[in-house]
C-alpha cells in the first residue's frame, strides 16, 4: 500500500472512542457461583418457583459441562467463580417516562449518540435499553400494547406472562445445547421479550441497547422472539462498552420463533471493547442465537455487524422445518489489534424448498484473527432445498488471519448447495484507480472496504446502517485509513 | 481387533522380518509399533475423521503377516498399462514381482523395490524412508512404518529426464482375503529431474476383501517435475488407506490427477508441503461411491514459504447408497507472501440414498494472497436432460452421458490414453449404464 509508515501508525493508535465509565451507583452480587447465588438472583428477581428450578438444573447440568475448546480463538481460562452474576443499578426509576431516567444515565446514551428522547420522535423505533442487567427504561409500550404486541424485560415476561415463557423459552436453545448456553440458563440476569401476536404487522422497529458498566460483572443475556403465524417483527440490537482492565464474560442466548408465514429480522451491531492494543481486557463474547422456523414459508433473517470484542464466538443459526422456509445470514466481522473472531452460522434444512443464503464478510487486520465457520445441512427429507453461501475476506496488513471452515452435509439429491469463498488483501489496482481519481489513500481504502461490506450493510435496517457504517469506519480509521 | 491385537501381530512380523532381513530398519520399525498406541486408532470426535469411521475396519480385523509371493499364480497381463513404458513394477498381493516387472538401475536412475533394498541394507533408500510421512499422525501410518513389506524405489539423478512412464501396478488376489498389506513407495528426484508415474491398484476377484496400507513419499529437489496419475479400482469388499507426503522444493512442480473408483472404504491423503519458492502443485481427482462404498479425500496443502501456486480440483459422483468426504485444507504460512490457492469441489448426486459431506477449508496467516475455495452439490440439471431428450435419446443414455461429461473434466487430465479409456469404462461398469 502507498502509504507511508507514520500515517498508519497514528491512525492505529487510535483509543475506543467510546470508552467511558459511568458513575452509577449498582447493587452488585460479590465474585462466585454455587446454587445459593442462583437462589439469589432467583429471588432478586421475584421469580417464581419454576423458574428458579429451571435455573437450577441448567446449573446442575453446566457442572458436568467441559468449556469448548474447537474453534480457532485463544483467551485466558475464565475463572467463572470470580465473575459477579448479579448487577443492578440501584436508584431504580419508575418506567413512566424517560424523566424519571437517571439523568446520568441518559447522558451516557447522548455520548452514544443514541438520544433515546429523540429517537422516539425521529424514527420510530422503540427503545427498550438494558443498563447493565435490568431494564430501565422503556419507550412506546402503550403504542405496541395497542397493536397487541409485548415487548418488555425477561424479567417482567416470567412475572406477566408465564405460560407464555414456559412453552418458548429454552425450546429453540435447550440448556443442554452448550457450555456457555447452559451457564447463561442458570445465571440470566436479564433481556428482552417479544411477542407478536396472529397477524400482526409491528407497528415499529424493535430496539434494545446493551450497555454493561459494572467492571467485572458478567452479562447473561436472554432474548425471546415469538412470531405467532402470519406477524412480521424487525428487531435491532447493539451495544458499545467502557474501556476497562478485567475481561469481561459476555454470554448471551437468543431464541427465536418463527410459525407458518411469520417473518423475524434479527439485527445486530455489537462494539463490545476489543481490549488495548496488547489484547488486554476486552469483552469475551460466547453468544448462541438461533432462530426456529417451525411452519410453512417462516423466514428468519440475521443480520449482524461485529467489530468489537476481543473474543467472539458466535453461530447465529437457522433451523429450517417447515415446508419453504427461508433462513438468511448477512455477517460483517472486523477484526484488529488482537482481535479474535471465530463467527459463522448454521442452516439445518429440514422443510420442502427451504432456503437459505449466507453471505458473509470478514476483514482482519493488524494482528486480528477472523475465522468463518459455517454449516450447512441438507436433511434426507428436504426436497429441492436450495443454498448459497459467499464468504470473502480481507486482509490488511501482513500479520493478520483469515480461516475459512464451511462444513456442508448433504442427504438429498434434489438440492442445490454452492458455497464460493475468497481471501485477499485490498487490491493494487483498485487503489491505484482510486489515487487516479484524486482520492487519497484513506477514501480509497474506506470506500474499497465499504463496498465489500455493501451486501450487507443493505440488509440492515436504515437506522442502523448510518451506526453500522459508522462503527466500521471509526474501526478502520485504527487500522488503515 | 484392538490396539493390543493389532501390536502383537506388528511385533511377530517385526521379529520374523529381523530374522529375515537382517537390521536394517528395525528401529524405526520398534519406535513405529511403540507409537501406535499413543496415537491411537481415528475415531469420530476427531476433525479429520468427523465423517470417516473406521469401526468396520476395525470390526474385520485385517492381519499384516508378511505375504509369500506365489510366482506360479498367472497374472492378469492384460490390465497392464497399453503402450511402451520406462519401467514397470508389478506388486501381487503387496509383494513384488520380477517375473512381471521390468526393473532398471543404472547411474542416476533406478527403478526398483523396497524389500530389495531391505535385504541388502541399502542405505541409499533405507536413510530415507520415513523421511517426510515419520510415524505419521494415526495408528495406522505408524502400523506401516512397524511392519512395511514391500513397495516401489523410484530415485533420478539430477537433470535425468524420462519421457516413457514408470508403471507402479498393486494387484491383490484372492489369496489375501482377510489380510492386510503394508505398502511404502519411496520417489526421490534431484534437481532437475523429471518422470511421469502411473500408480493404479486393482483386484484380482472382485468379491475379495483385504485392506491396502499405503504410505508414498515423494521428495521433488528444485527443478524436479513429477506427474502422478493414480487409479484406485480395488474390490468392492476392499479396504483402501493411503498417505502421500510430498515435498516441494524451489521450482519444484508436482502434477497429480486421482481417480477412486473401487473399495468398501477408502480414504487419501495428501500431505503437501512446500518447501522452496516458487513451486507449483496441481491436484485433481475424481470419485465416484456406489452402494455400500465409502471414499474419502483429504488435502492439506501447506504454503509454508512465499510465491507457490497451488490449484486443486475435485469432482465426485454419488449414486445408490454411496458416500462421500471431501475435507480440502490449504494452510498459507505467516510469511508466505504472494501465494495462490485455488480450490473447487464439485459433487453429483444420484440418488436419494447418497450422502456427501465436504469442507473445504482455507487457514490464512499471510495478507498478500490470492486464495479461494467453492465447493457445490447438485444433481443433473434437468433441462440438460429435457434438451437431450427432445433430440431423441433415450432418458438412460442422456443421463450417462451428462455424468460422463462431468467426469470427463478430471479424466481427461489422465495423460495416458489407454488409461482414461480404462477409467471410463470401469465408470460405466460400476454405475450399471
Redesign the interface.
Known sequence: MGMTDSSVESLISTGYAEGFVTRIESDTLPPGLDESVIRVISSRKDEPEWMLEKRLQAYRHWLSMQQPD?AAIRYPAIDFQAISYYSSPKKKPQLASLDDVDPELLATYEKLGIPLDEQKALAGVAVDAVFDSVSVATTFRETLAEAGVIFCSMSEAIREYPELVQRYMGSVVPYKDNYFAALNSAVFSDGTFVYIPRGVNCPMELSTYFRINEAQTGQFERTLIVAEEGSQVSYLEGCTAPMRDENQLHAAVVELVAMTDAKIKYSTVQNWYPGDSEGRGGIYNFVTKRGDCRGDRSHISWTQVETGSAVTWKYPSCILRGDDSVGEFYSVAVTKGRQQADTGTKMIHMGKNSRSTIVSKGISAMQGSNTYRGLVR?A?KAENARNHTQCD?L???????????????????????????????VSEDQLFYCRQRGLSDEDAVSMIINGFCKEVFNELPMEFAVEAQKLLAVSLEGAVG | MNMHGYQETAQRTIDSLAHDNGDWLIEKRRAAMERMSELGFPHARQEAWRYTGVESLLQKGFISTPSVLDSSREIAIDRMLEGPVAGRLVFVDGIYHPGLSIGIEQTGFRIGNLRAAMATGDQSVLSSVGNLSGVGDHAFTAMNMATQQDGAVIQLSKGVVIELPIELLHITTGKRSGHAQQIRHLVELDADASVSLVERYLSADGDNDYFNNIVCEINLAEGATLTHQRVQQESNHAYHLCGLYVNLGRDARYLGVNAALGGAWSRTEFHHRFSGEGAECEIDGLYVAGDGQLTDFHLDVDHGVPRCRSQENFKGILHGVGRAVFDGLIRVGIDSQKSEAHLHNANLMLSTKAEIDTKPQLVILADDVQCSHGTSVGRLDEQALFYLRSRGIDAHQARRLLCLGFAGEIIDKFATDSLREEIRNDLEQRMRF
Request: negative net charge; glycine residues 6%.
Open positions: 474447537w441438507i434426507a475476506s486482509l490488511i496488513g501482513d500479520r493478520c488471519g483469515a480461516h475459512t471452515f464451511p462444513y456442508i452435509e448433504v442427504k438429498n439429491p434434489t438440492a442445490q448447495v454452492e458455497h464460493e469463498a475468497t481471501t485477499s488483501k
